[in-house]
């Protein structure tokens, strides 16, 4: 289960963007992790998954998305999303 960053509001310059023009980023912060995960995912790390992967779930007006791990494309450590490995690379 992710929580999705919001969606990016300005752009590198400080123009605000319109909200038809902004930008959901395909990142987020990993909260849960169910019992048959074969990675070592774990509440905390950041990831970036497919657009087109998952189902989003509200819980309390909070956003989630509950992926199937084939949809997450790279993962992190990191809370600001600095370092994110490549699956399959060995970062």
């Known amino acids: 289960m992710?929580?999705?960053?919001?969606?990016?509001?300005?752009?590198e310059t400080g123009i605000e963007l319109p909200d038809s023009a902004k930008v959901q980023e395909n990142t987020?912060?990993?909260?849960?992790?169910?019992?048959?995960c074969l990675n070592t995912w774990k509440p905390g790390m950041r990831v970036l998954f497919s657009e087109y992967g998952g189902q989003e779930v509200?819980?309390?007006?909070?956003?989630?998305?509950?992926?199937?791990?084939?949809?997450?494309l790279a993962f992190?450590?990191?809370?600001?999303?600095?370092?994110?490995?490549?699956?399959?690379?060995?970062?």
Do not use: C, W
Not at 2 to 11: C, E, L, M, Q, S
Not at 28 to 36: D, Q
Not at 80 to 87: A, D, P, Q, R
């Open 28 to 36: 987020g912060t990993v909260v849960g992790v169910g019992n048959a």
């Open 76 to 91: 992190g450590v990191t809370a600001s999303g600095e370092t994110m490995f490549v699956e399959g690379f060995g970062a």
């Open 2 to 11: 992710i929580v999705p960053d919001p969606p990016v509001k300005a752009i």
């Open 58 to 72: 509200r819980i309390g007006g909070q956003l989630y998305l509950m992926l199937p791990e084939k949809t997450v």
